[in-house]
Structure formats: structure tokens, C-alpha cells
């Protein structure tokens, strides 16, 4: 009997509404009869659907699965037909219950899929034609274009009452539907070049390698394998910690067996000392050559061998470092084994960037499983599910709505076009919605490349966040229904209810930037030699951008130094190019030295102690400007280059967004930011957090949703 998928009922359900108008019978009766992995990736279940069509009973076999990562804000289920053709199902995480919304959602990305494919990118969205064209044939379909297909499809479901409409619903609710392509989801290629398999198969290897150069007591051989890991005085001390540990494992299991008479060779200890290091255990399998001893005391033996593979992990540091130098070495060789796709995958994503830029289009859901390989030997990529993008080229921003995944999104994705306009100005929020998309980014080819979340802090930020928006949602909800029973709440009241205060939203942006920042700095640094070997080619208008964006900070420094009220000469001096830093400094000293001198002289005047004080605060500001200065020409000569380093090119990047998306002066609203989020470590990775449980990427909550989960 095979064993029924966790989420039996819907995968069902999914079934039996695919069946139904691929067979056009009434579906009788659907059992499980055998799963499977398929050669996507996935756990596949195979059902066989029983059907009553003019007396007779057919038998069809249907196969499902779930495709995506746990992280999808909807369900996605993919069934292939008896014929081999296939179709993917879309649930979305709120019910659909009003046709007209449910065409307008699929006309939403509908339109932004023709734009994208205009251009040449491939997009797969949700279409009515993919099941109506199995129940109604179009004479004519052949003749005109894909999209006139679907307006007539549109029009034949609105105008048929209730003839066709049950075939889009499951449970009630209208779901989508797509005819998907057999290119891998971007997100399943980011996870093979660090899969789990492969690593672990990758230690074990090096693990036996090192146990034959200990054997052969090479020091050299086995420092080599690692120079470039640690010092070799820190890799001195591993191997001959490492080289004690064995040696002094081996006496003990000798110890241990020399008791029932048993004498092994050296292989199956380096077996046993192995299995130490990936906390597996011995059991009766390794010792059915051993046939002279009974039951019991093959038990007595297994369980004091184990024990001492336990002490052997546990009770050496220097054994745990051996690990994490095992652990380095076989993420290494997957990067080294994996590093040219990941620079092809990152120079399409900064095309992709652009592209979106040019043709006025957000997508604001940026993620590797939203992405698809549409051609594997140039890694060109492809976009799925566009319900939370929007054309804003024409200056309208309607439908934009909160919506993002917590990993690779900012505050400003929290919020309604509303408030964004208070907050930005209304010019400037077609430059925030663009900047969601920059940020989503980066933390993609991050991901990429070292197979880890970037902005995990910063993600941990955006939930609690969200967690008080939802809490004062629900809350206000409750006040307004319970005072005002009569009246009927309105969507506009629902995102009254579930906005934060201005106020509030400039302080969280001023510490969300902060922590996003820390988090780049600190991974980048911990991942350099990897991210110094990925190298891109930058877009001509993307390093147009970067660079516009540095030099309006050059002329900003210029005003500055004009503002602080010194002289022209003292101006050029400043701006001297071999006018170094530590000049500048080694004069400061003297400035104090004298102003220290000059202040207890009873002689000196009291307007020249001030002006003193005044040039020496000039000064040190100068100099801050200079430091500033000559790490933008830095970063100039850096994007001038013809290739640039993902560890230089993620800083710049995101510096520029927060140029954007926040203001200094909002630092003094900071202070509600931290207050309402009490922890001392408040965004700590190592907390408990259910990062992405019944996360949905449009997060505005609907009325009826809402209503729910109230008192009322």
C-alpha cells in the first residue's frame, strides 16, 4: 500500500478537478495506487480515476505533485494527464470567490506577461484558455494570436452562467491554472550546487583521504590539501590533534575488544572513527562477522562502542575544528565545481534588472523559485507568478498592494502606495517600488553563490514587524465593528487599519537599514574568497546608475566642505588628491596641540580660543568628508573596470538603496523602532522564528479573511 502524501484531501481534489475536463466524464472514484521521485526532483503520487461516461467505466492514471519550496505563498500541484501532457495547479492562499475578480487577477498577469515577452523574456502566468480550450473549441483559434485566444475564452466563461465555472474552483474557491514548461524553477539549480548529498558524500571522501596520510604519517601531504583554509601553524595543530585522537580511539576500541578476544584491522576502525564524525552509530551490521560472540554480548560491546564514538566528539575541540575544515572544503569544491553557472546566473538577474527598469514594470516578489531556467546552456531565465507586479511606466500605481517574502524584502514593501507617497513623495515612489526589486536582487545572487539566506537578520526584522502591523489590524478591526455594528468596513478602512504611523515607519526603516547593512558587511566578509571570484559584467545603464548615484555624493561633499566656512585655499587643499587622509590627521594633532596651548595662555583672546575650537570641529569634519571621498572614488574606479566582484558590487548596490529608502534625519524616530521590539539580540538568528509559516506575498489581508480570525 503506498504511502498517502501529507496533504492527501487537497492533492485529491486536484486531481479530480483536472480529471474532470481532460476526461469530460464524471469522476467516479480516485485511488492511490503507487508514488514515486520524479525526475523534476519531487515525491510523486500516481492516481487512478475511475469515470462514468454514457454507461460505460473508464480508467485513467493521473500523476501530481507539489512543485516549489515550502517558502510559496500558494500551493502549486502539477498533474500529468494519461496522454504525458501536463498543467500546473495554482491555489491561492485566500479564497477567490467572485468571477470578475478572478478573471481581473488573470488579466493583471496577463498583461504584465505580454510586456515581459515582448522583450523576449519567457513568462509563465495563469490563463483561462489552459481548460477551456479541453471544453470548448474555438473554430478560429488557430488563425489569431494566443492572447485573442484568451480574450475569447474570457468572454465564453463570463457569458456561460454556470456551465463551465465549476471547473475552476476547488473547494469552493476559483484556483489557476498553467501550462508549465519542463525548464527547472531557478530555485531547485541554486540548491543542487550546495546539495546535501553531495557535500556530505564530499567529507566523507576528504575524511578517508586524511585517515591514509595520518596513517602515513605525511604532516606535509595533509597541510597542503588545506593551505588554503587556515595558517599552517593552525593547520599543524589540527593534524596532530587529529593524529592523537585516532590514535588514541584505536587503543580504547582495541581495550574494548581485546576483552572478548576480538583482534580488527585498521579499516574497520577508520570506518568507525569516521561514522564519529557524522554522528552515526554502529550497529549489529558491523559486527555479523564477528560470529563468535552471542546476542548479548554483542550488545554489551556495540553499546560501549558507541559510547566512545560519542566521548570522541564530545570531548575534543580540536576534533570539531577538524569538522568545520571538512565542512570549508567540501562547500569549496561545490562552489569551484559550480562557479560558472552561478556568474551566468547573476549577470542574467542585473539584465533582468534593468529590463524590468526600462519597461516601467515591478515584480516585487523577487525570489529563486519565482524564476525559471528558459535556457540552460546561457542560463537565460524566465518568470512565473506576477500577481504582485505592476506596470508603474505610465505613472499609475494601481494594485500595488503590501506584498513581498520576508528574506528579500524592505519595510517599504509593508506598506500601502498611500503611505509610500506620504513618506517618499509622490516622484519618488516609482523609485522605491524599483528599489524592492534591487534588494530582492542582491539577496538572489547571494543565494546563488553561497547557498544561504543574506539578509537573514533583516528578514527576522520584517516579521516582527509585520507580527505588530497584524496585531494593531486586529485590534483596530475589533474597535471599529464593535463600536459601530451598522456600518459596513470598507477596503480602504482595512488598509487604515492595518497601516503604521509615519513616525513609526521612518524609525523602523532607520534600524532596518542598519541591521541589513551589518548583515551584508558581516556575510560578505565571512564569504570573500568566494565572492571575490564571481565576477560580473555590469550593464551599461545599471553602471550608469551606480556611478550617477556616487558622483551626486562627490558634489554633496563639495557643498559641504563650501558650508563649513573656510577658505578657498583651504577648499583646494582639502580637495588636492595628494592631500592623503593621514595628513590631513597628522595636521589635526597640530591644530589641537595649539589650541591646547593657546587655551591655558592667560594672553590669548577669547575669539581666538573659539576660532581655534571652531577650525579644529572643521576639521575633523573635513576629514570625515575626505574619508567619504576617497571611498567613492574607490568604488568609481572599481565600476570602470570590465568586470566587478559580487563582494564589491553587493555593497554598492545596496548602498545606493538605502540612499533612497531612507533619511538620516528620520534616526530620531529610531527609538520607537527599538522599544517595541524589547529582546536585547532582537534579530538574532539564533532565535526561534517560523520564517516563512503562512507567509503570503500579498500580505493586506481581505475583509472576509479578517472577520475570521476576530471576535466578531
Not at 477596503?491 to 487599519?497: G, L, Q, R, V
Request: hydrophobic share 40%; glycine share 6%; aromatic share 10%.
Amino acid at each position: 500500500m503506498p504511502q498517502a502524501p501529507a496533504d492527501a484531501g487537497l492533492v485529491k481534489e486536484v486531481v479530480r478537478c483536472v480529471a474532470s475536463f481532460f476526461q469530460k466524464g464524471v469522476v467516479d472514484q480516485i485511488s492511490l495506487i503507487s508514488s514515486h521521485v520524479l525526475i523534476n526532483n519531487g515525491k510523486g503520487y500516481t492516481y487512478e480515476v475511475k469515470f462514468l461516461r454514457g454507461g460505460r467505466t473508464l480508467k485513467r492514471r493521473f500523476t501530481v505533485y507539489r512543485l516549489g519550496g515550502t517558502h510559496s505563498k500558494s500551493v502549486c500541484y502539477q498533474v500529468t494527464d494519461p496522454k504525458g501532457k501536463y498543467m500546473v495547479v495554482k491555489i491561492p492562499p485566500q479564497m477567490i470567490t467572485d468571477l470578475n475578480a478572478y478573471l481581473t487577477a488573470v488579466a493583471h498577469e496577463r498583461q504584465l506577461a505580454k510586456k515581459l515577452f515582448e522583450v523576449g523574456i519567457k513568462v509563465v502566468v495563469p490563463s483561462i484558455s489552459t481548460v477551456m480550450k479541453h471544453l470548448h473549441k474555438l473554430d478560429f483559434a488557430k488563425k489569431v494570436s494566443l492572447y485573442e485566444v484568451e480574450d475569447a475564452y474570457s468572454d465564453i466563461l463570463l457569458l456561460s452562467g454556470d456551465k463551465y465555472i465549476d471547473k475552476f474552483k476547488i473547494g469552493g474557491s476559483y484556483v489557476f491554472f498553467m501550462e508549465f514548461l519542463d525548464e527547472p524553477f531557478l530555485g531547485k539549480v541554486v540548491r543542487e550546487f550546495y546539495n546535501k548529498e553531495t557535500l556530505a558524500n564530499l567529507k566523507c571522501q576528504y575524511f578517508e583521504r586524511d585517515l591514509v596520510l595520518l596513517n602515513n604519517h605525511d604532516r606535509i601531504g595533509f597541510m597542503s590539501e588545506y593551505k588554503h583554509i587556515g595558517t599552517m601553524k593552525y593547520l599543524y595543530d589540527v593534524y596532530s590533534g587529529l593524529h592523537d585522537i585516532f590514535e588514541d580511539f584505536c587503543a580504547k576500541v582495541d581495550s574494548v575488544l581485546s576483552l572478548y578476544s576480538i583482534s580488527l584491522g585498521i579499516g574497520k576502525k577508520k570506518d568507525w572513527f569516521i561514522a564519529s564524525g557524522f554522528g552515526k552509530l554502529i550497529d549489529e551490521s558491523s559486527f555479523l562477522e564477528l560470529m563468535t560472540l552471542d546476542y548479548g554480548d554483542k550488545g554489551l560491546v556495540i553499546n560501549r562502542l558507541n559510547t566512545l564514538l560519542n566521548q570522541t566528539v564530545e570531548s575534543s575541540e580540536l576534533f570539531k575544528l577538524y569538522l568545520d575544515i571538512l565542512d570549508q572544503e567540501a562547500y569549496w569544491t561545490a562552489f569551484k565545481d559550480s562557479v560558472g553557472k552561478m556568474k551566468m546566473i547573476g549577470n542574467k538577474l542585473l539584465i533582468l534588472l534593468v529590463m524590468l527598469q526600462q519597461m516601467g514594470l515591478v515584480l516585487r516578489d523577487l525570489k529563486v523559485d519565482n524564476l525559471f531556467i528558459a535556457d540552460d546552456e546561457n542560463m537565460e531565465l524566465g518568470v512565473i507568478d506576477l500577481e504582485t507586479g505592476g506596470y508603474i511606466g505610465s505613472g499609475t500605481l494601481e494594485g500595488i498592494v503590501p506584498a513581498g517574502m520576508p528574506s528579500n524584502m524592505t519595510i517599504s514593501n509593508l506598506l500601502f502606495v498611500s503611505q509610500l507617497k506620504r513618506i517618499y513623495g509622490e516622484e519618488k515612489v516609482s523609485t522605491i517600488l524599483h528599489m524592492q526589486d534591487w534588494y530582492a536582487t542582491i539577496s538572489m545572487m547571494f543565494e546563488t553563490n553561497i547557498g544561504s539566506i543574506l539578509f537573514d537578520e533583516a528578514r527576522n526584522y520584517i516579521l516582527k514587524i509585520n507580527k505588530e502591523i497584524d496585531e494593531r489590524l486586529d485590534a483596530n478591526y475589533n474597535d471599529f465593528v464593535g463600536n459601530n455594528p451598522d456600518v459596513s468596513v470598507t477596503p480602504k478602512m482595512i488598509e487604515n487599519f492595518f497601516s503604521l504611523s509615519d513616525e513609526d515607519v521612518k524609525g523602523h526603516t532607520w534600524e532596518f537599514w542598519n541591521v541589513a547593512e551589518q548583515n551584508l558587511k558581516r556575510k560578505c566578509l565571512a564569504n570573500k574568497s568566494k565572492l571575490k571570484r564571481i565576477n560580473y559584467v555590469l550593464p551599461l545603464e545599471l553602471k550608469n546608475k551606480l556611478i550617477s548615484n556616487i558622483n551626486e555624493e562627490m558634489k554633496q561633499i563639495q557643498d559641504k566642505y563650501r558650508s563649513y566656512k573656510m577658505t578657498a585655499a583651504s577648499i583646494d587643499y582639502f580637495n588636492k588628491p595628494t592631500t592623503t587622509i593621514a595628513v590631513l590627521q597628522n595636521n589635526l594633532v597640530i591644530k589641537e596641540q595649539l589650541y591646547a596651548v593657546k587655551k591655558n595662555h592667560p594672553s590669548t583672546k577669547y575669539k581666538m580660543k573659539v576660532k581655534l575650537a571652531q577650525e579644529i570641529d572643521i576639521y575633523k569634519a573635513c576629514i570625515i568628508q575626505k574619508q567619504k571621498q576617497v571611498e567613492l572614488i574607490t568604488k568609481i574606479n572599481i565600476l570602470n573596470q570590465e568586470h566587478i566582484s559580487a563582494f564589491d558590487l553587493f555593497p554598492i548596490m545596496l548602498h545606493l538603496i538605502i540612499r533612497v529608502m531612507r533619511k538620516d534625519e528620520w534616526f530620531k524616530y529610531s527609538s520607537k523602532a527599538l522599544n517595541s521590539i524589547s529582546n536585547e539580540n532582537k534579530y538574532s538568528n539564533s532565535q526561534s522564528i517560523n520564517t516563512t509559516e503562512g507567509w503570503k506575498s500579498t500580505i493586506i489581508v481581505p475583509q472576509n479573511a479578517l472577520a475570521k480570525r476576530t471576535n466578531y
